[in-house]
């Protein structure tokens, strides 16, 4: 079981989040300040969660993994509270990996090992692709 914090830096809207390793997260409210808008910070956390696995995954196969990019594309309701509807994961790899492991790879960290997706699949369209560039 996991604590995090959320502190408010006494500034606009601007906080400091503490991870469970209390490493800082900056969040902020306003475009002039530093941080990560809040609602940014679910997809890419989904984007991290698979991203873990995928590497590890093809760690653990020995493809040649040499890099991993991925690009997040969210659709939320116009209206508040903005719910988002649906949230599209796109994976670039790059390296020499076989095709079918690296669609493999992504399949099972999204539907079996990524609690952020586990948590967002009743009530979010998750779907994602893939490509691979060699190098």
Known sequence: MGEQRLIWTGERLQFEGLTAYGE????????????????????????????????AILRKQR????????????????????????I?????????????KAGRAIDLAESKYCSVAATLRPVVELTHSHEIVAG
């Open 24 to 55: 800082p997260v900056h969040v902020g409210g306003d475009v002039e300040g530093p941080g990560a808008k809040p609602s940014d910070l679910l997809p890419v956390s989904l984007a991290a969660c698979t991203a873990y696995d995928v590497v």
């Open 88 to 100: 599209h994961t796109h994976f670039v790899l790059r390296g020499a990996i076989d095709e079918r």
């Open 63 to 86: 493809q040649d993994l040499r890099g991993l990019e991925v690009t997040i594309r969210t659709t939320q309701d116009p209206e508040p509270p903005w719910t988002f509807r649906a």
